[in-house]
């Protein structure tokens, strides 16, 4: 089954969403195989928004996504990368629609609450980087049944 990760970043835990944010995708249908609290290094930082090295917003992004800690996230089921990008919605949350997690909760490009892997070789690329393979756990939901 396909995985994502998705982290709700430091705005997003600072303002009490992540529970909301778990919610959401677990009401969906998905299923959590991997989750934890942490506070992202510099070097994790660049190296996660490394295809943004030349950006010149890079230095504000590292800054931001190491303000706080972040909840990590990785998420399991048919279709999920992509489904949860359309669920998290536009980049920038003036653009994103209403009932997307940005639409929803953010206002500015620059604190947009969450990140998601935007493609299969990102998702495995980000996975790696944030996650062991012991702390991510595959197993059984009896809900599965009711979803596919
Ligand atoms: P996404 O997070 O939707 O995958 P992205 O990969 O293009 O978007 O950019 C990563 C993050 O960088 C994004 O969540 C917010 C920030 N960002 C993107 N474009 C920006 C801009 N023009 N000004 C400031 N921050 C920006
Ligand atoms: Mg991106």
Known sequence: MEKTFLMVKPDGVQRNLIGEIV???????FQLVGAK??????????????EHKERPFFGELVDFITSGPVFAMVWEGEDVIKTARTMMG???????Q??????????????????GSDSPESAEREINLF??????VSYKKQDQTWIY
């Open 98 to 115: 209403p009932g997307t997690i940005r639409g929803d909760f953010g206002v500015t490009i620059g604190k947009n609450v969450i990140h």
């Open 90 to 96: 536009a980049t920038n949350p003036a653009e994103a």
């Open 131 to 136: 996650f062991k393979e012991e702390e991510l």
């Open 23 to 29: 919610a959401r995708f677990e009401q969906k249908g």
């Open 37 to 50: 609290l942490m506070q992202v290094s510099d070097e994790l930082a660049e190296n996660h928004y490394g």
